[in-house]
């Protein structure tokens, strides 16, 4: 049996009674600057309506201080290809950006889409990327794409 190594630090983050999380947090990405984390995860409404939910975090003497968490969803479908729920966020920083890849579902497709802003928690231009594919995965640094189709 395999053990897994958690390196000290345990993080249990639940969904509040907040509309836009009530009914699950999940999914998390976290984004590490400094002694700073930003914690980016699927917040679900029980409409079932996914929106991306945002706290910034930091250790204190090894335990997890919530230094801030939004009231409000970070980010929302606004886009047509988007409007039944975004998901799955998953954060980097690259060349003075932040770059957001999240799931969108229109009610149909889901599509990887993406969102580029100045700050951690400013995500200010949105764009769809792929539809209908199974998995893409894009390597920002290289401009490499590699699609695999169902």
């Known amino acids: 049996m395999s053990q897994v190594s958690t390196f000290g630090r345990k993080l249990f983050f639940k969904q509040t009674d907040l509309e836009f999380e009530r ?23 029980p409409d ?28 929302s479908p606004v886009h047509e290809w988007e409007m039944e729920g975004i998901e799955d966020p998953r ?10 890849f999240y799931t969108a579902f229109d009610g ?10 100045d700050s951690p928690t400013s995500f200010t231009e949105r764009f769809v990327k792929y539809r209908n594919l199974l998995f893409v995965f894009e390597c920002v640094l290289h401009g490499l794409f590699i699609a695999f189709q169902s």
Do not use: C, W
């Not at 947090?25 to 700073?36: I, S």
């Not at 497709?109 to 969102?115: E, G, R, S, T, V």
């Open 23 to 45: 009914q699950a947090v999940l999914n998390p990405a976290v984004l590490k600057q400094g002694d700073e984390y930003h914690f980016y995860y699927r917040a679900v409404a």
């Open 48 to 75: 079932m309506k996914s929106t991306i939910g945002y706290a910034l975090l930091r250790y204190e003497n090894d335990m997890p201080v919530v230094v801030r968490r939004l009231n409000k969803p970070l980010l």
């Open 91 to 100: 954060v980097i920083f690259f060349e003075d950006k932040f770059y957001m």
């Open 108 to 117: 149909d497709h889901a599509a990887l889409a993406y969102a580029v802003g």
